[in-house]
């Protein structure tokens, strides 16, 4: 029996083709289109959107941001089995879809697209972070995406969305907190993966903040590495790392000597930073 949209059941297309997930690639195949379409549907209305996709294997995924109107979508694909499903969906949805094989993490995807675009992605668990900072890094801001509905290892998503004095607060947290809204919409089961993973994934949607607190990303990231990079010592220790006496950067920042990373919030952060660009910026005048 075919699919609401026309094409074959995903169980049936990954046979034909001999999709078996491979745990190099970090694949976890996505196969109940009650659940993609979910994902789809919460990143919003799609009409006069380019998505771009990432990993859409045998193109679960693809179908439903395509079955929910949207414009255009990018997939961008390493793993060369999956062209030809792809293919079979761009022809059963003339002009709506582009397949790129390659290597995402390679791919400059403020390239891709003008006008509006979502990026939505059920994201190969083995990149998926190292996707995430470079959206988040993404430079000039705002950036090129109106938002990003991406799926994590329920860890990750828990990292990304963390406040201070949560476990999971860290880098991860400071930066997506910084220039974006993010928040865990929903969990996926195993069960609902083939193969099924050891974790329970949960999607997440981060909303850019059109102006958030300024401050030079360079310096965030220096500050924040070096507080989080001996999270258990007291900043006054940690921050020497920077190669200044961190002592004045924190009362400058009204942050307490004795304070811990995990007890400081993004605006804290942002003062730090903010603190040692002005500093970087003496020394070298």
């Not at 169980?11 to 690639?25: E, F, M, P, T, Y």
């Not at 990231?221 to 010592?233: H, M, P, S, Y």
Request: hydrophobic residues 45%; aromatic residues 4%; neutral net charge.
């Amino acid at each position: 029996m075919n699919a609401a949209d026309g094409l074959p059941p995903l169980r049936d297309v990954i046979a034909a083709h001999g999709l078996n997930a491979l745990k190099s690639l970090g694949q976890n195949f996505l196969l109940d289109l009650n659940l993609t379409g979910r994902i789809a549907r919460a990143a919003g209305p799609l009409e006069g959107v380019t998505v771009i996709e990432v990993g859409p294997g045998p193109g679960g995924l693809t179908r439903a941001l395509l079955s929910e109107g949207a414009t255009r979508v990018i997939a961008i694909e390493r793993d060369r089995r999956c062209i030809a499903a792809l293919e079979e969906i761009a022809a059963h949805h003339p002009g709506r879809l582009e397949i790129i094989e390659g290597d995402a993490l390679a791919t400059d995807m403020a390239a891709l697209a003008s006008g509006r675009v979502k990026i939505v992605a059920n994201l190969p668990y083995n990149i998926a972070t190292p996707l995430l900072i470079g959206w988040l890094q993404a430079e000039p801001w705002p950036p090129f995406y109106e938002s990003l509905t991406l799926m994590f290892q329920r860890e990750v998503a828990e990292r990304i969305v963390a406040t201070p004095d949560d476990d999971a607060y860290g880098r991860l947290g400071v930066m997506a907190g910084w220039r974006t809204e993010a928040h865990i919409l929903f969990d996926i089961s195993p069960k609902a993966f083939t193969p099924p993973p050891k974790v329970t994934s949960s999607v997440v949607q981060m909303i850019p903040r059109r102006n958030p607190l300024p401050a030079d990303l360079k310096a965030v990231e220096r500050v924040t590495a070096a507080a989080f990079g001996q999270r258990r010592k007291m900043l006054r220790q940690s921050l020497k790392s920077l190669g200044t006496d961190p002592l004045p950067l924190l009362a400058a920042a009204g942050i307490p000597e004795t304070a811990r990373a995990e007890e400081i919030d993004v605006a804290g952060f942002v003062r730090l930073a903010n603190g040692l660009a002005n500093k970087t910026a003496d020394a070298a005048s």
